[in-house]
């Protein structure tokens, strides 16, 4: 009886430390200086890039990535033609305003009605809150179609 006195005397002193141990928690979006994957960081510029995909004989394919973008828009224009600047690229009023585009994730996009056997070049641009990225550029040519059988 006296060893199950020193026992409990012994828990009396050893479970308040035990229950006193702070558990670690788990993070959460809410989490302060946590930030979720597509939040644009507010002091590093935008950024864009290209990749080419399938070329056909009237369309071309091509992904857009975004980076640290609240907009991005898109343009196609044949090799020989001017490019635009970022800002006109993302600006509505200018007449060479762009194809608004997903400024949160990576995307496939298609622009259809094009000339075969022509070469053309993909602009595009992003921006947010630090301004304006660097006009990217991604040369593709259309499709030549398959001679005729007669």
């Known amino acids: 009886m006296k ?7 012994a ?3 050893v479970l308040p430390i035990v229950s ?3 558990i670690p ?3 959460t979006p809410d989490t302060p200086n946590q930030e979720t994957p597509d939040t644009p960081k507010e002091d590093v510029p935008p950024t864009v890039t290209l990749t080419a995909g399938e070329a056909t004989t009237e369309s071309l394919s091509f992904v857009l990535t975004p980076a640290n973008a ?5 343009a196609v224009y044949k090799a020989d033609q001017a490019l635009p600047t970022a800002e006109d690229l993302l600006t509505s009023s200018s007449g060479s ?4 585009a997903d400024a949160t994730v990576a995307e ?3 622009v259809n009605g094009l000339d075969y056997s022509t070469e053309y070049v993909v602009v595009a641009a992003a921006h947010s809150a630090v301004g304006y990225s660097d006009v990217v550029t991604l040369s593709m040519t259309t499709a030549t ?3 005729a059988v007669s």
């Open 70 to 74: 609240t907009s991005v828009r898109y």
């Open 25 to 27: 928690q788990e993070e």
């Open 11 to 13: 828990l009396v002193f």
């Open 20 to 22: 006193c141990e702070e």
């Open 97 to 100: 305003a762009g194809t608004p």
């Open 108 to 110: 496939t996009y298609v």
């Open 145 to 147: 179609p398959a001679p």
């Open 3 to 9: 060893f199950l006195k020193h026992i409990a005397a």
